[in-house]
């Protein structure tokens, strides 16, 4: 009983901290890092400083018992936690997107290990990974601009309402032949989940993050834009330059190698 007793608390001076505490605590600090991560380069980052500014004001004049000031932030402050859900709704889908895909049950990978069913062999992750980074050089050689979108599932449907749902084999015809000027489908994203072609000319929305650099295209913004919102890797091809670039959690690394490229296609297609 007495070791269950030390083992449940910890006294400091006065105060005693039980494990519980000490775990609601990093809970917490976790939780609030994630949300840190996904806000962090966005417009709503600056728009949830705000609010906390607001909220500093109010305990500020609150505690100074100036009455009329606290009365007005406090009404302000009641309007501001109701219309944060409607301000923030991008970044809370985004976040249970997150939460769903950490759990892994919606995924189709997990009811594979469940079930003992066989996964993909990685012979076939290597020819679409060769594929996909031939069709890519062969496109920044051509200066022929491509926007290529790489997600999970549970964002599958989130593109198709946009685009043109082709569910198709990789290959690097294909890739190159849907970005070529005469297509039909090249102004657009190219999605592609679960080792498939999902969708081609899909839009995506363009990011309002003024810390981008001002000389980038809408559709370098886009690929970042998408990235602020779910959990997606975006490869983009410029058509001006020819140059490639890889946007992920809202940043952009541009002029990647063919090793990088390499690297972060591997880790892609082995998700």
């Not at 400091?12 to 505490?21: C, K, M, S, V």
């Not at 406090?74 to 939460?99: A, C």
């Not at 749902?165 to 690097?172: K, N, P, Q, R, Y």
């Not at 072609?197 to 834009?225: F, Q, T, W």
Request: hydrophobic fraction near 50%.
């Amino acid at each position: 009983m007495n070791s269950i007793a030390v083992f449940a608390f910890i006294k400091i001076g006065f105060l005693e901290i039980r494990i519980w505490d000490v775990l609601d605590i990093l809970l917490v600090a976790i939780l609030l890092y994630q949300v840190y991560k996904l806000l962090k380069g966005s417009l709503a980052f600056n728009i949830l400083i705000g609010f906390l500014m607001v909220y500093l004001l109010y305990l500020l004049v609150d505690t100074l018992e100036m009455s009329l000031l606290s009365g007005f932030f406090n009404e302000f402050i009641k309007i501001g936690f109701l219309t944060i859900f409607i301000v923030f709704q991008p970044e809370i889908r985004r976040f249970l997107l997150f939460l769903g895909r950490g759990s892994g049950i919606g995924e189709r990978k997990f009811w594979n290990r469940l079930f003992a069913r066989k996964v993909k062999e990685s012979t076939m992750v290597s020819t679409h990974t060769l594929a996909i980074n031939r069709a890519v050089q062969n496109l920044s050689q051509a200066k022929l601009g491509a926007l290529i979108v790489f997600t999970q599932s549970t964002q599958e449907y989130y593109f198709g309402s946009t685009g043109v749902v082709l569910d198709a084999e990789i290959s690097s015809k294909l890739i190159e032949s849907i970005f070529q000027k005469t297509s039909p489908l090249h102004d657009g994203a190219m999605v592609i989940a679960e080792n498939k072609i999902y969708a081609a000319n899909c839009v995506l929305p363009v990011s309002e993050n003024p810390d981008l650099p001002s000389r980038i295209g809408m559709r370098h913004k886009a690929a970042v834009g998408i990235t602020e919102k779910i959990e997606a890797h975006v490869i983009i091809v410029s058509e001006e330059t020819g140059k490639i670039s890889i946007a992920h959690k809202g940043r952009l690394r541009r002029n990647v190698s063919q090793q990088v490229l390499q690297t972060t296609l591997n880790q892609l297609l082995n998700l």
